[in-house]
């Protein structure tokens, strides 16, 4: 079982910035995904085991960053913050697969999850 410790949501005015952190019990590709009241829970970024290769949705990209680093932690760096935005995130970890991947299926560990959210 893969351990997972989420920090860094908070409250924050629209076009400030969060940075999240998930630490993990070992080295996986890795994923953030977001879930905002009444909606399914929605891919927002992704990094493979390597750090290499990353993976955004369409509605995040050029404003957050998905990076690690060799301690086995995962960042959600999120900037020009949108009320949009607000929602509950969770990392995730896919212990089979090497490359990120999108679909929440793919992921076996899950965080406990970090409120987020962004005032108008």
């Known amino acids: 079982q893969v351990h997972l410790v989420e920090s860094g949501g908070g409250l924050v005015q629209a076009g400030g910035s969060l940075r999240l952190s998930c630490a993990a019990s070992?080295?996986?590709?890795m994923g953030w995904f977001r879930q905002a009241p009444g909606l399914e829970r929605e891919f927002v970024a992704a990094i493979s085991w390597s750090g290499g290769i990353t993976d955004y949705a369409d509605s995040v990209k050029g404003r957050f960053t998905i990076s690690r680093d060799n301690a086995n932690t995962a960042y959600l760096q999120m900037n020009s913050l949108k009320p949009e935005d607000t929602a509950v995130y969770y990392c995730?970890?896919?212990?089979?697969?090497?490359?990120?991947?999108?679909?929440?299926?793919?992921?076996?560990?899950w965080g406990q999850g970090t409120q987020v959210t962004v005032s108008s």
């Open positions: 070992g080295r996986y590709a």
């Open positions: 995730a970890a896919d212990r089979a697969r090497q490359r990120p991947e999108v679909r929440a299926g793919a992921y076996d560990s």
